[in-house]
């Protein structure tokens, strides 16, 4: 009977190693990639004009971006979708070479993840209803606020004690704000800009504005699977020589948005 016990417990401890071992995934490398042929990411599409879709294509700035990329590194692109709090678990799981939805560097998440320099600097927006009493982010203490799960929106909003809902799609926390649901909607301002217009044109009677004060300043990169450093390395080579060659201002001209390059 102890001989079963123990050859039972001996086969449990080997399928944990295992589950273990196949839970770490595969560390992506530029040879790796240049290997397989294509560069893999995975992205929530709900985040004009960064990552939406059109006619059921993925499309965007950062999808540009990376087309770029992959076509100096000479590979195709591979997109997943998914929610954005899928994203990161994802990269960090090595299901994907890249995470690629307006991620923020957050010193949280570099202690999980590797980022690829900054390319953007990007500012949460506070979205309010038309004759709110919200002017600032200092009247939202009390106020319920939408966000989506998993966005440094929501870790700031939480942190700063605010009463949060958190939807998985941006259109829901937007639609939690139309309805009355919550008193403020609080997401990346290119973002914001576009769905707001969208909305206004649609109800002229009752628009929604965004208000002057940014709620944050936040630098925007890649996500990659800790010890992808011969990736994130070239990565971050063709992002400067983009900055550097008006590439990264074209593309975001392309969107009807102005570009600043980060601080150096």
Known sequence: MKKTI????MISMLLVSVLALSSCGKVATLDSVKKAGKLTIATSPDFPPF???EGGEVVGIEIDILNYICEKIGVKLEINQMTFESVLPGIQAGKFDLGVSGITITEGRKKNTLFTDAYYIASQAIVVTAG????????????????QTGTTAEEFCMDEGLNVSAFEANSDAQLALVTGKVDAWVIDKLTGVQMVQVYNAEHPDAPLVILDEAMTEEPYAFALKLGSDSLADEINKILKEMITNGTMAAIFAKYGEAYEAPAK
């Open 132 to 147: 709110s009493a919200i002017a600032g982010k200092s009247d939202l203490t009390g106020k319920k606020v939408s966000v």
């Open 51 to 53: 990552e939406n879709l």
């Open 6 to 9: 123990a050859i039972v417990l």
